[in-house]
């Protein structure tokens, strides 16, 4: 059976909302916060915290910083205004049930999202090195057609270019790039 932490202490200006929230004898970390725009959870055992917000905050630009065995929040208001509390209290069990729900079913859908955004940029950056890889195949294939004769077109390759073990160690230093 969870302690429910009751202790907290907050105040607001009409932008924001700086919570400071006490958790005594454990050991917190950001994977024990959950916040969206309007649901806010810490659950350290035996300690929980649970809060459905007044209003929506932006949850992207809003900070936890854990020092001293306390969480200090600063949720940045989506609207600016001053709240009459830190929590709806006049909303029905169901309300809030489905409020902690589409919580829930938000954060999915936004990690849904870093993670498609992580494959693409992933992509993106072995697609620039296996360019990198083919424009260096090209030049060691020019330099060694320029050992072989000189062709007046190879004119933008330096000396340094037409050296193939240079070529050879530029192409290993390209692939240790792309794999990384």
Known sequence: MPLWVRDYSWRQTDSAVFLSLPMRG????????FCTEQYLKVNVPPFLFEAILYA??????????????????????????????????????EK?????????????EKANEEEKSKAVT???HKKYALEATMKWLHK???????MNANFSELKDLNEEEKNPDWLKDKGKKLNADSLC
């Open 56 to 93: 929506p905050i932006d949850d992207t630009s809003s900070t936890a910083k854990i020092r001293n065995e306390t969480i200090f929040f600063t949720l940045y208001k989506k609207e600016a205004a001053m709240w009459e509390s830190l929590v709806m209290e006049n909303a029905d069990k």
């Open 26 to 33: 454990v050991r917190v970390t950001q994977a024990n916060i």
């Open 140 to 146: 060691q294939a020019e330099a060694h057609r320029a």
């Open 96 to 108: 809030k049930q489905r409020i902690r729900e589409n919580a829930v079913i938000k954060a999915q």
């Open 122 to 124: 992933k992509r993106e």
